[in-house]
């Protein structure tokens, strides 16, 4: 094996070339950091001067690359947590699985990835974040010496996926939960509506590579439930790759089913379930030269972990106590905790996060082995559930996921379907507009703070996986309270009224708590003078105090020609001894509508 150097910090390459623009350091920071003036040329952000500044992937094939990026490296291994293994393959071998059967990891060289601190990797990712320099606007491809380190930014098929918002759940936390800091994770605020965008785009990108090397791959395809058809479409449509996708008839929303056949994928309705549906694209993938783009893959999970390391960068390089992940296929378990512990394995963190997968209790294979101490796992059949991108029964990284619960002190819950659609729906009602499969990790949320296994004060993000809005259907019928067994408790179903005033008037007044719906315009002229004509002293002394006044507080008075007397009603009848009540005739369209005068006994 080749002699790796030791960690460099840039304070000594005061006399080299910069490590990112191959030009001499003007400016050093302290060990381990680097100079903005560094971080840009890294970023990418060198203009042109040839009048195609606009045209970013010329700009990317000028810009100079990172001095050891040669040194970068992966490599397909199986995956057998500390065993050792001769076993590997190169990332450009066209193999899904290991020798004995098993499942392949990819693995990175971290001696040479260590060359650079941390304090290195922190600036040069944040200085990537959201720019337009092809690829690292990008979130995946912004960290693409962590992902693809050998690929060339040509080969790249992305969207500039990523970089998903970190929504602060305050009312939802504080109101519902007692919790001051909950998070969640929007990574359905992606170009095709889910986080499986994150790994898709390294594994299209890949596919692109190989076929410019020539190799026999005549369509890209996979098994789906959903979201992974939609990415995979969008990503393969984008490079003019052929897409091939296998899903269960029935068991999908139809707008997750119209984006692949928008994006001109070959779609085959199968009556089954996923995994008769995967079961079948892994028999066709062995026998024609289609690349299989399940999470059985391992390059999408290469993509999926940089949605942890991305959260790490959002909190200023802080680690969260919990993660909270819906689970399925259970393939983004292990992805999420492979981004944190090589967080931690370089430094730039020293922990990682306790784990929750939430699985819904009409497919929940791994919380009845979670019962079990995971001693026993038992593939089942999955059943109808309202988070159907996770009904699955026989997910495909079980041990995966077993590793990473088990590495990080984790933790597994289920929910039931009435479950999951309260907590979205509560969730809902806070500003959030969730899918139901963030439905079951928040009512996992829920159950765990209930049972105090999270405390109030625990920082905590929930990954939201996917858009509400391609789940609609669902979302409709709860609020219609057309789901059979349902109480559907916080259903908010609209109201249907004739166009008449008096009607809606009735329907607010029985709706809205109007005891203390005040406001405060100027006073109306004739309100003045007629306070002015009884002789009022000063108005220091006697200051008009108007109030508008809903008519829906109480029995509103009627007009009879200008002014008529009354009582202020309900909590505000303490503040007002006698109102006078002068109805604004020179505005009908708000009949109904009176303006109360303060008038204390004389």
């Excluded at 992974?228 to 449509?237: C, I, K």
């Excluded at 694209?281 to 893959?297: D, G, H």
């Amino acid at each position: 094996m080749a002699t790796i150097q030791q960690p460099m910090n840039v304070a000594s390459l005061q006399a080299r070339k910069s490590v990112c623009a191959g030009t001499p350091l003007r400016t050093v920071r302290s060990a381990g950091s680097v100079s903005r003036t560094q971080r840009l040329r890294c970023a990418g952000s060198a203009t042109s001067s040839s009048g195609d500044a606009t045209n970013i992937r010329n700009d990317a094939a000028r810009r100079a690359p990172l001095e050891n990026r040669d040194r970068f490296s992966a490599k397909y291994v199986p995956f057998s947590p500390g065993a050792d293994s001769d076993e590997s393959y190169h990332l450009d071998e066209v193999i899904y699985r290991s020798k004995n059967g098993g499942l392949l990891d990819v693995q990175h060289d971290m001696e040479a990835l260590s060359i650079y601190g941390p304090d290195y990797w922190k600036n040069l990712f944040d200085e990537r974040a959201g720019r337009t320099s092809w690829p690292y606007g990008s979130g995946v491809w912004s960290k693409k010496e962590w992902v693809l380190p050998g690929i060339s930014d040509d080969d790249i098929v992305s969207m500039f996926e990523g970089n998903s918002n970190l929504f602060w759940a305050e009312r939802f936390g504080k109101e519902e939960l007692g919790m001051s800091d909950l998070w969640v994770k929007q990574c359905g605020n992606s170009h095709t509506g889910s986080f499986k965008d994150l790994g898709m785009t390294v594994l299209v990108s890949q596919v692109n590579r190989l076929r410019k090397q020539g190799k026999p791959l005549v369509a890209v395809g996979c098994a789906s439930t959903g979201d992974t058809s939609a990415a995979l479409s969008a990503y393969a449509a984008a490079a003019s790759i052929p897409s091939i996708v296998f899903l269960p008839a029935d068991k999908i929303s139809l707008a997750q089913l119209v984006q692949p056949i928008a994006n001109g994928a070959l779609v085959l309705s199968i009556d089954t379930d996923f995994d008769g549906c995967m079961r079948l694209i892994r028999e066709v993938t062995a026998e024609l030269p289609i690349y299989l783009a399940n999470s059985l893959n391992s390059l999408r999970l290469e993509g999926q972990k940089t949605a942890a390391i991305e959260i790490l960068q959002q909190f200023n390089w802080e680690v969260p106590d919990w993660v909270i992940i819906p689970g399925g296929n259970l393939g983004n378990v292990y992805a999420f905790f492979k981004g944190f512990q090589m967080c931690k394995e370089l430094g730039l963190t020293d922990r990682v996060p306790r784990m929750v997968v939430a699985q819904a209790q009409n497919a929940n294979p791994l919380y009845q082995a979670y019962k079990s101490g995971f001693k026993d796992f038992k593939p089942c059949k999955a059943e109808d559930t309202f988070a159907s991108a996770i009904q699955i029964g026989d997910p495909v990284s079980i041990d995966r996921a077993i590793y990473a619960l088990t590495e990080s002190n984790g933790v597994v819950e289920e929910a039931s379907e009435e479950e999951l659609m309260d907590a979205a729906a509560r969730a809902d009602l806070t500003g959030m507009f969730n899918c139901p499969h963030t439905g079951v990790a928040l009512a996992a949320l829920i159950k765990l703070r209930e049972q105090g296994v999270i405390s109030p004060s625990d920082r905590t993000v929930v990954i939201s996986t996917a858009h509400g809005l391609k789940f609609t259907n669902s979302k409709i019928a709860y609020h219609a309270k057309e789901i059979e067994g349902f109480a559907s408790t916080y259903a908010n179903p609209p109201v249907t009224v004739k166009e008449d005033f008096s009607a809606v008037m009735d329907v607010l007044k029985q709706k809205l708590s109007m005891k203390r719906f005040m406001s405060t315009p100027a006073a109306p002229r004739a309100a003045v003078a007629r306070a002015r004509r009884k002789g009022r002293s000063s108005a220091a002394e006697h200051r008009e105090q108007e109030v508008g006044l809903v008519g829906l507080i109480g029995m509103p008075a009627k007009c009879r020609g200008g002014v008529a007397l009354g009582v202020v009603s309900g909590g505000d009848k303490a503040d007002y001894h006698r109102g006078r009540l002068v109805a604004d005739n020179k505005r009908p369209q708000v009949r109904g509508c009176w303006v109360g005068i303060h008038d204390p006994p004389m």
